[in-house]
């Protein structure tokens, strides 16, 4: 960029960490701005030189303007023009605050948050971008958000009526015409009549095959059918190759089938009411399961418990209606309705799938 006849490697290399966010352009214009002796024309540089740092970073869509504005080595006083992008990034961020308030999990927050900036991404380059699969309390959240923008459209895709785990797409309306192909099912078949295989089994082969969680969705088990996977269509030939040898002890073989094609039915399950003092998890999930109060502590000491898909680790977490509790070998748990009674305790309605 400046040859050493112009600049002293010292010089260049400080030069270059602070303006690293800067095109050459911008790098001349500071480097004058360092050379100036008169106080007024330094003053004039200096501003410059920050206005064209902040106009380039939110060309570029970038959040890096505040790391521009303390990195530099002098403070000058803001223009009205780089006060308004500053007003512009608080903007956005009580925008996120305003889409993702009631949502009390910080782990949701941060993973819907991702969402929204890539619907951002999409908005400001007009095209349909694609997530991972999402688990059910994100997809929840970032449907609910991407709803509120009223520029965007988003599609949720799992491959039948009650995925859990999905795939959105968001785009623009009138890109967002049809839903993407963005999922792939295949079925995973062989000998399980004489070698039953549960759930866990197609999961865990799946996973040992080195393919990420967030790069399939549901395991559809079939019992001795075997079993029918949804993943990304890149992972698909992939998945096919290298699940050909066993599942549990059984040899298998995948093959593609449409999604038209996938076995799914609704979910058995048995609602029944409780009466309890408090809605703490381990008195509500203790009814549900139909396990002493003691053990359901036990296994949530030992990370067997889960709140809508993530871990539990306080005994005292309160549960709400929609709520889901899973314990590993017990199965789900739905939380319905939750009535208080004359007496200042709860009615609630649990529903266990069976």
Same mark, same amino acid.
């Given at each position: 960029?400046?040859?050493?006849?112009?600049?002293?490697?010292?010089?260049?290399?400080?030069?270059?960490?602070?303006?690293?966010?800067?095109?050459?352009?911008?790098?001349?214009?500071?480097?004058?701005?360092?050379?100036?002796?008169?106080?007024?024309?330094?003053?004039?540089?200096?501003?410059?030189?920050?206005?064209?740092?902040?106009?380039?970073?939110?060309?570029?869509?970038?959040?890096?303007?505040?790391?521009?504005?303390?990195?530099?080595?002098?403070?000058?006083?803001?223009?009205?023009?780089?006060?308004?992008?500053?007003?512009?990034?608080?903007?956005?961020?009580?925008?996120?605050?305003?889409?993702?308030?009631?949502?009390?999990?910080?782990?949701?927050?941060?993973?819907?948050?991702?969402?929204?900036?890539?619907?951002?991404?999409?908005?400001?380059?007009?095209?349909?971008?694609?997530?991972?699969?999402?688990?059910?309390?994100?997809?929840?959240?970032?449907?609910?958000?991407?709803?509120?923008?009223?520029?965007?459209?988003?599609?949720?895709?799992?491959?039948?009526?009650?995925?859990?785990?999905?795939?959105?797409?968001?785009?623009?309306?009138?890109?967002?015409?049809?839903?993407?192909?963005?999922?792939?099912?295949?079925?995973?078949?062989?000998?399980?009549?004489?070698?039953?295989? &549960?759930?866990?089994?197609?999961?865990? @082969?799946?996973? #040992?095959?080195? $393919?990420? +969680?967030? *790069?399939?969705? =549901?395991? /559809?088990?079939?019992?001795?059918?075997?079993?029918?996977?949804?993943?990304?269509?890149?992972?698909?030939?992939?998945?096919?190759?290298?699940?050909?040898?066993?599942?549990?002890?059984?040899?298998?073989?995948?093959?593609?089938?449409?999604?038209?094609?996938?076995?799914?039915?609704?979910?058995?399950?048995?609602?029944?009411?409780?009466?309890?003092? &408090?809605?703490?998890?381990?008195?509500? @999930?203790?009814? #549900?399961?139909? $396990?002493? +109060?003691? *053990?359901?502590? =036990?296994? /949530?000491?030992?990370?067997?418990?889960?709140?809508?898909?993530?871990?539990?680790?306080?005994?005292?977490?309160?549960?709400?209606?929609?709520?889901?509790?899973?314990?590993?070998?017990?199965?789900?748990?739905?939380?319905?309705?939750?009535?208080?009674?004359?007496?200042?305790?709860?009615?609630?309605?649990?529903?266990?799938?069976?």
């Amino acid at each position: 960029m400046f040859g050493p006849k112009f600049v002293k490697p010292q010089a260049h290399y400080k030069a270059e960490a602070y303006t690293s966010p800067l095109n050459p352009l911008g790098l001349r214009i500071v480097h004058r701005a360092m050379a100036a002796t008169s106080f007024v024309a330094a003053s004039l540089v200096r501003r410059a030189a920050v206005a064209f740092a902040l106009s380039h970073s939110l060309i570029n869509n970038k959040v890096s303007y505040h790391r521009t504005l303390v990195t530099f080595p002098f403070s000058p006083r803001l223009s009205s023009s780089a006060s308004g992008i500053c007003h512009l990034a608080q903007a956005v961020k009580r925008d996120d605050d305003d889409l993702l308030k009631g949502v009390v999990d910080k782990t949701v927050i941060e993973e819907v948050k991702h969402v929204l900036e890539m619907a951002r991404r999409a908005s400001l380059r007009r095209e349909v971008l694609h997530t991972n699969f999402l688990t059910p309390p994100v997809l929840k959240e970032s449907m609910l958000a991407l709803e509120k923008l009223a520029d965007l459209k988003a599609v949720a895709q799992g491959g039948y009526p009650q995925a859990e785990r999905c795939r959105i797409s968001v785009g623009h309306p009138e890109l967002l015409t049809s839903d993407p192909d963005i999922i792939v099912a295949l079925s995973i078949t062989g000998n399980f009549g004489f070698q039953p295989c &549960s759930h866990g089994d197609f999961l865990g @082969a799946i996973l #040992g095959t080195g $393919i990420a +969680r967030e *790069k399939f969705g =549901d395991v /559809i088990f079939q019992g001795e059918k075997g079993a029918q996977v949804i993943v990304v269509p890149d992972l698909a030939d992939y998945l096919i190759s290298s699940l050909d040898k066993v599942v549990g002890n059984v040899p298998v073989s995948l093959t593609k089938i449409p999604l038209i094609a996938l076995d799914y039915e609704q979910p058995r399950t048995k609602s029944f009411k409780a009466i309890e003092l &408090s809605l703490r998890i381990d008195a509500i @999930a203790s009814a #549900g399961f139909k $396990i002493s +109060r003691s *053990k359901l502590v =036990d296994l /949530i000491r030992d990370g067997d418990v889960r709140l809508n898909w993530t871990p539990v680790t306080k005994n005292g977490a309160t549960l709400r209606t929609g709520d889901i509790v899973s314990v590993r070998g017990k199965g789900r748990l739905k939380i319905g309705e939750i009535n208080s009674t004359k007496k200042g305790k709860f009615a609630v309605e649990l529903i266990r799938y069976l």
